[in-house]
T-cell receptor, first 112, second 114 residues
Framework: QKEVEQDPGPLSVPEGAIVSLNCTYS??????FMWYRQYSRKGPELLMY????GNKEDGRFTAQVDKSSKYISLFIRDSQPSDSATYLC????????????FGSGTRLQVQP | NAGVTQTPKFQVLKTGQSMTLQCAQD?????MYWYRQDPGMGLRLIYY???????DKGEVPNGYNVSRLNKREFSLRLESAAPSQTSVYFC?????????????FGQGTRLTVV
């Protein structure tokens, strides 16, 4: 079983919809949680960064972390066609190896 | 802003050939990483360097070697390429330390081994 599980999609929504993307994980040592966006044939770019549990909001994006359930979410409000990309969750521990462990990514398509 | 620069962007190798993927960052980051990305597998860590002078194996190190040449540069070498190493390779860097784990990525190297 993978340490980080993510539904690969694809997820297709109409423009203006609220999008919910999720990951579950099994390693209780993970403390830092990130969401990356990756456009086709490009490198991943950091979208949101959260430490431990709680919510973080940045414009149309909200990241939530529930450590008790080992579950993280990314919400996109008022989705736009330009949001069409693959979204990767990533996480790391606070001690030991701090390299990121990634989910497999969810492909999102926002239809105009 | 250059950020993380990878060369080459594309490469085709024959089975058994060797090559080195180059990576350089200009953000004065301490930690650098090599990942490979395959369909449905996400990004998997090959090797990482927590700081200049140190390297450690990641999740899928077999068939690869790395060199942290200096603080800026981290190279990945395939000694004898195999078709299973066909993938997109990403280099990344981060500040390092307990509270700075977010990584910044290069644009990738698409490698095909025939």
């Amino acid at each position: 079983q993978k340490e980080v599980e993510q539904d690969p999609g694809p997820l297709s929504v109409p423009e203006g919809a609220i999008v919910s993307l999720n990951c579950t994980y099994s390693n209780s040592a993970f403390q830092y949680f990130m969401w990356y966006r990756q456009y086709s044939r490009k490198g991943p770019e950091l979208l949101m960064y959260t430490y431990s549990s709680g919510n973080k909001e940045d414009g149309r994006f909200t990241a939530q972390v529930d450590k008790s359930s080992k579950y993280i979410s990314l919400f996109i409000r008022d989705s736009q066609p330009s949001d069409s990309a693959t979204y990767l969750c990533a996480m790391s521990a606070a001690t030991g190896r701090r390299a990121l462990t990634f989910g497999s990514g969810t492909r999102l398509q926002v239809q105009p | 802003n250059a950020g993380v620069t990878q060369t080459p962007k594309f490469q085709v190798l024959k089975t058994g050939q060797s090559m080195t993927l180059q990576c350089a960052q200009d953000m004065n980051h301490n930690s650098m990483y090599w990942y490979r990305q395959d369909p449905g597998m996400g990004l998997r860590l090959i090797y990482y360097s927590a700081s200049e002078g140190t390297t450690d194996k990641g999740e899928v190190p077999n068939g690869y070697n790395v060199s942290r040449l200096n603080k800026r540069e981290f190279s990945l070498r395939l000694e004898s390429a195999a078709p299973s190493q066909t993938s997109v390779y990403f280099c990344a860097s981060s500040v390092g330390g307990a509270e700075n784990t977010e990584a910044f990525f290069g644009q990738g190297t698409r490698l095909t081994v025939v």
